[in-house]
T-cell receptor
Framework: SQTIHQWPATLVQPVGSPLSLECTVEGTSNPNLYWYRQAAGRGLQLLFYSVGIGQISSEVPQNLSASRPQDRQFILSSKKLLLSDSGFYLC??????????FGSGTRLTVV | AQSVTQLDSQVPVFEEAPVELRCNYSSSVSVYLFWYVQYPNQGLQLLLKYLSGSTLVKGINGFEAEFNKSQTSFHLRKPSVHISDTAEYFCAVRSSGGSNYKLTFGKGTLLTVNP
């Protein structure tokens, strides 16, 4: 069966520090992968998606970047965090009509 | 491009009462529609989806939703709620074509079931 792993579950980072959040998928090949950010009262905002290795599409200009070094690995990064980067980050994968399967999320607090 | 409007940000109900969470969408192309549930500090779980066929869709945990094309709505219903249904619910839409499968979400409705 397909599973998605996302870590860490919580993270507290100082302003100006780097960030790396990792997401891996098991049990499927060549999925579409997504990073969403959820801020209180603002729903889910799509940050990046990827349809294949090395293929990244950015939905909104921001302080973050994404990479897909392997078929089932999706990484969200920042060189210098801002206070406004705080939020709940969700990774998801999708294949055609199945819909999305979400990871359990990372709660990032930038202090 | 698509958009989703969830008309109620919060819905409080008593246990065993019926509930309807409203969702309207906007799109210039054919769409697929989804409802997801999120429990505190967790990821989202798929409740149900409409792809084609019968406009009444049944999902997990006793939820159902009805697709109304003329009103561009996809309201979620449950005839009798439990305390455990307390969670945030998200309606989502994506184009039925294309290959990126991007979902556009509404801002969510917080359902609170009180004893």
């Amino acid at each position: 069966s397909q599973t998605i792993h996302q870590w860490p579950a919580t993270l507290v980072q100082p302003v100006g520090s780097p960030l790396s959040l990792e997401c891996t998928v098991e049990g499927t090949s060549n999925p579409n992968l997504y990073w969403y950010r959820q801020a209180a009262g603002r729903g889910l905002q799509l940050l990046f998606y990827s349809v294949g290795i090395g293929q990244i599409s950015s939905e909104v200009p921001q302080n973050l970047s994404a990479s897909r070094p392997q078929d089932r690995q999706f990484i969200l990064s920042s060189k210098k965090l801002l206070l406004s980067d705080s939020g709940f980050y969700l990774c998801a994968w999708s294949l055609s009509l199945i819909g999305y399967t979400f990871g359990s999320g990372t709660r990032l607090t930038v202090v | 491009a698509q958009s989703v409007t969830q008309l109620d940000s919060q819905v409080p109900v008593f246990e065993e009462a019926p509930v309807e969470l409203r969702c309207n969408y906007s799109s210039s192309v054919s769409v697929y529609l989804f409802w997801y549930v999120q429990y505190p500090n967790q990821g989202l779980q798929l409740l149900l989806k409409y792809l084609s066929g019968s406009t009444l869709v049944k999902g997990i945990n006793g939820f159902e939703a009805e697709f109304n094309k003329s009103q561009t709505s996809f309201h979620l219903r449950k005839p009798s709620v439990h305390i455990s249904d307390t969670a945030e619910y998200f309606c989502a839409v994506r184009s039925s074509g294309g290959s990126n499968y991007k979902l556009t979400f509404g801002k969510g409705t917080l359902l609170t079931v009180n004893p």
